[in-house]
């Protein structure tokens, strides 16, 4: 299959826009579909390979509340979305 590039942004929320609002298609991250119930996620075959995201923070550094709280939606979101482990 040979894709038709129609299209090209630099934002994820306008790509959103036009796929809810024309007949056209993207490719983005599953992430993005949790956030937005009127898409419907198409698997891909071969599956694109998987990406590892990791929250680095040095071990021996102030925390501020930000931070923490920061960490605590991040491991939420994680967990709620049943994302595999790393």
Known sequence: MRP?????????????EIVQRT???TV??????HDHPRLHPVPLEPALPARTVTLLRRESAHESAAARA?????R???RDRAYPPA
């Open 4 to 16: 038709r590039i129609a299209v090209e942004a630099d934002s994820v929320q306008a790509l959103v």
């Open 76 to 78: 939420r979101l994680v």
């Open 28 to 33: 983005l991250p599953d992430a993005v579909t």
């Open 70 to 74: 920061f960490t605590r939606l991040t």
């Open 23 to 25: 007949p056209l298609a």
